[in-house]
Nanobody, 114 residues
Framework: VQLQASGGGLVQPGGSLRLSCAAA????????MTWYRQAPGIQREFVAE???????NYADSVKGRFTVSRDNVRRTVFLQMDSLKPEDTAVYYC?????????WGQGTQVTVSS
């Protein structure tokens, strides 16, 4: 299983970023894909997920600002992040479960600062 996250960067408060996570090594269309984030000194936390039938769930802290989507042809999951706040600053990871194991990508840094 390979998960490659990209799209992070530095953005001002109120701005937007779109993260991508390209997947390989498993039957992507059948898997739930999940985004997590981890800020310095804070435990990794759930952000959003999208199931195989495109149902979505969000953490309360991002609901209404972030949108998770997937493209099964491109084997990629996206996280559109709007109205970004300084507290969204973190390393963002994508995750899936394969053969009962959590599989993580390498993470992409998002920094929200003026």
């Amino acid at each position: 299983v390979q998960l490659q996250a990209s799209g992070g960067g530095l953005v001002q408060p109120g701005g937007s970023l779109r993260l991508s996570c390209a997947a390989a090594g498993f039957n992507f269309r059948l898997n739930t894909m999940t985004w997590y984030r981890q800020a310095p000194g804070i435990q990794r936390e759930f952000v959003a997920e999208i199931t195989s039938d495109h149902s979505t769930n969000y953490a309360d802290s991002v609901k209404g600002r972030f949108t998770v989507s997937r493209d099964n042809v491109r084997r990629t999951v996206f996280l559109q992040m709007d109205s970004l706040k300084p507290e969204d600053t973190a390393v963002y990871y994508c995750k899936t479960v394969y053969r009962s194991r959590n599989c993580w990508g390498q993470g992409t840094q998002v920094t929200v600062s003026s």
